[in-house]
């Protein structure tokens, strides 16, 4: 998974990056950087333990900070950067801090994702008006062109121009009929809201920033974070920051809330495979059949699918092992079709 980090000056983009893949060092808002977020799974350290597993391999999340956006520069955005991404993290601020003053001269949530949006929206409409005009000039010359993508062009001008994005305004197929484009507001976004230490647990921020009607956007969510908290919990040992966590009506960290939203704004899920030699954690849509899945794995696995070993994690930690679960006969032999569900532990039989 691809997850571009877009905001404005001053609202903890860099702070939160860092949290996240542990990579430090960007000394300025105008550098481009990436880091890869080993994703924490007590899951998966648990399969490793029960099956002595010689090596463990996360999920993960790839993560590129963008330089800060400007208002009004929309052309100065760096779409290829973006293009492969499938989330783009709006990092949107709702902290007071005199000394880091908000380029518009307050702090307003609302009010900046909606600039973000309109500055998303005017990079996109650049793209779409150039291509649709080239594509109508050649239709009036008689030359080939995609009357599907014509109509889903038309429909995405139209929507831009209206201010409305694309994640909203178009339908699934079209969307993936215009997926070269790379255009940003098709994009899901996950905004994670960057509140002060006394807001750090989220409790009833979307009505009093004003956020509720984001809240219910089509291919949008909502996370809040304290990035300031966050840095000075990663400087505490394990049983101190859940302390830490606790007096705060934190349930998890950071990292677990912004991979958990961005889970469910995808709609994705994890399963695992697991032996002596690794215990591993991958990520796929919801509702892939195994084959599909066995895919993600090699792509020999697919081609040659015979069957899947399937057994729930909770089923497999509960009895101790992939032996007493086949002799319970808790153990499923699911073939190609089969939907992989949330934190299945499987097995693929292939022969190519």
């Known amino acids: 998974m691809k997850a571009g980090i877009v905001g404005f000056d001053g609202v903890g983009k860099r702070t939160l990056f860092a949290l996240l893949t542990q990579v430090t060092g960007a ?11 080993r994703i924490p799974d007590e899951r998966l350290e648990e399969l490793t333990r029960l099956h002595e597993s010689r090596k463990t391999t996360a999920a993960t999340i790839e993560f590129v900070l963008l330089p800060s956006l400007v208002k009004g520069r929309a052309d ?9 991404v499938d989330v783009l993290v709006h990092v949107v601020r709702a902290f007071e801090e005199p000394s880091v003053p908000h380029p518009e001269g307050s702090v307003d949530a609302a009010r900046d994702l909606e600039l973000m949006e309109l500055e998303l929206t005017l990079s996109d409409l650049a793209v779409v008006e150039k291509r649709y005009e080239k594509m109508k ?7 080939p062109t995609d009357a599907h993508e014509l109509k889903a062009l038309e429909q995405a001008t139209k929507a831009l121009s209206d201010g409305r994005p694309l994640r909203a305004a178009l ?5 993936d009929r215009l997926r070269g484009y790379a255009l940003l507001t098709a ?14 647990s989220g409790s009833a921020l979307t009505k009093k920033l004003g956020l509720t009607d984001w809240a219910g956007a089509p291919g949008f969510a909502l996370t809040y974070v304290s990035a300031r908290i966050e840095s000075e919990i990663a400087e505490l040992g ?10 705060l009506g934190l349930s998890n960290g950071m990292a677990e809330r912004v991979v958990r939203a961005a889970f469910d704004l995808l709609d994705v899920i994890t399963f695992y495979t697991a032996s002596d030699i690794e215990s591993r954690a991958w990520i796929i849509p919801r509702d892939t059949k195994a084959a599909k899945a066995a895919g993600t794995i090699h792509s020999d696995m697919e081609r040659g699918y015979i069957r899947a070993e399937v057994v729930h994690y909770d089923v497999l930690v509960r009895e101790g092992s992939w032996n007493v679960c086949r002799d319970k006969g808790l ?3 699911e073939g190609k079709e089969y939907p992989i569900a949330e934190a299945d532990v499987v097995y693929f039989r292939f022969n190519v």
């Open 27 to 37: 000394a300025t808002s105008r550098v481009e950087q990436m880091g890869m977020l």
């Open 76 to 84: 100065k955005l760096d779409v290829s950067s973006l293009r492969n």
């Open 137 to 143: 000039a050649d239709t009036k010359k008689g030359r």
């Open 171 to 175: 339908s699934a197929e079209d969307r």
């Open 187 to 200: 994009k899901p976004l996950l905004a994670v809201v960057n509140v002060g230490e006394d807001e750090a």
């Open 238 to 247: 394990p049983e101190d920051a859940k302390t830490f966590r606790d007096d």
């Open 331 to 333: 153990l499923r032999l």
